[in-house]
């Protein structure tokens, strides 16, 4: 169980408490906290102003700039390839201490060059949270960043602390950080203070979204349709809580469905209702040989022990490990299918295996889920859907 510094503040004050007392205190009652993980790090760091950007005289890569570091103009030499004027950036100063080793002034090719332009990689953030552009270059900052500010880190929310805390398996309740907050809480003798959202999916009459389970290995499915989507970036906090539990945000409909899963370990999955023929939903077993094509774009081969989600005429999703590429989440997306279920945890865990493909979904079915808490986060991405302004909570919840 992964489960932050920030995260625990979301539901108690711990701003006192170091993240090495904290692990000890939290191991010694039992949980062990195998590893502990800072998002970044580095120190002697500072926004800066690229003022400047020409051409090493001397090379075919390199670039000569100058850049405002709040308090003065610095030489730096840079070889990244995105480099350019008018940009903000991360520069670690000389004497600032990186993963990589210690930045000290030198001379690039007859060039001074005093401090580097850093990118997320070089600042020791999981590249498995990056993409492509920001693993081959500098990062680029907002233009609104403030340069002299020496706590890029923290303006970009990458100064979290994460415990990774080893579970028993009679304890895979903590694999939500909710019940990890309440188990945290009495262990820390903090207050822990929950978000009211029961009922916030009781809204209206039933829709006319049909459910319908064809198999014992799903013996709950809940289903609730959002209206007028406005699809946009999640909010900073959000994105920030999602990149400590190592979940790239994507958008804000995708987001609260993986914030959720985090907060409760109740795996959801959201659909472009759109596309889902006579907005009928049903579960079965996959046919021998079926082809699917999933979100990450691989086909994949089914046998008869898969369980599949499909509508009306065609596959949706496999049901408890990854969605389908045919009902993603868009920007052209105007009302989506919030799906929260049960499956068996045995079938979930060797059709992973079966298809080659293990999730953070399938890792939570594997391990056996509480049903009670399928609603429960319903209820929950419901409350997030009309706190932040992303959809309209309409109709009621449809179940089985």
Request: contains cysteine; negative net charge.
């Amino acid at each position: 169980m992964r489960i932050s510094r920030k995260w625990f503040n979301q539901f108690m004050d711990v701003q006192d408490l170091s993240i090495e007392e904290m692990a000890k205190r939290i191991t010694d009652a039992g949980f062990e906290v195998e590893g502990i993980e800072h998002l970044s790090q580095g120190t002697n760091l500072v926004i800066g102003h690229v003022e400047t950007c020409t051409e090493h005289p001397d090379s075919d890569h390199l670039h000569c700039t100058t850049v405002n570091v709040g308090n003065e103009v610095v030489n730096i030499v840079c070889g990244a390839p995105n480099v350019a004027a008018g940009q903000n950036v991360i520069v670690a100063l000389p004497g600032a201490v990186l993963p990589g080793g210690e930045i000290k002034n030198g001379v690039i090719r007859g060039v001074e060059s005093n401090g580097m332009i850093c990118s997320l990689l070089e600042l020791g953030v999981d590249p498995a949270s990056l993409d492509d552009d920001q693993k081959s270059g500098i990062e680029v900052l907002p233009a609104d960043a403030p340069a002299g500010n020496t706590d890029p880190l923290g303006y970009l929310g990458l100064d979290d602390e994460v415990l990774d805390i080893g579970l028993t398996p009679n304890r895979n309740d903590c694999l939500a950080a909710f019940n990890m907050a309440k188990e945290a809480g009495a262990i820390l003798n903090r207050e822990v203070k929950l978000p009211k959202y029961e009922g916030a999916s009781d809204v209206g009459t039933p829709s006319n979204l049909h459910v319908e389970s064809t198999t014992s290995k799903c013996p709950l499915f809940y289903g609730k349709v959002i209206n007028h989507l406005t699809i946009k970036e999640s909010p900073k906090w959000m994105k920030e809580l999602l990149a400590a539990s190592g979940v790239k945000s994507i958008n804000n409909i995708v987001d609260i469905t993986n914030y959720v899963m985090e907060e409760y370990g109740q795996p959801m999955h959201a659909y472009d209702l759109d596309t889902i023929e006579g907005r009928e939903i049903i579960v079965r077993r996959a046919k021998t040989g079926e082809k699917f094509v999933t979100l990450d774009g691989q086909e994949r081969i089914m046998d008869e022990n898969v369980l599949m989600i499909c509508d009306g005429e065609k596959p949706v999703g496999i049901a408890g490990i990854m969605g389908g590429e045919n009902s993603m989440i868009t920007d052209d997306v105007h009302t989506v299918l919030f799906e929260a279920a049960c499956f068996d945890g045995t079938n979930i865990r060797l059709s992973s295996k079966r298809i080659g493909l293990r999730t953070d979904a399938s890792g939570k079915f594997e391990k056996g889920l509480d049903p009670n808490n399928a609603l429960a986060a319903i209820d929950r991405a419901c409350q997030l859907m009309e706190e932040l302004g992303a959809g309209e909570v309409v109709g009621g919840c449809v179940d089985i």
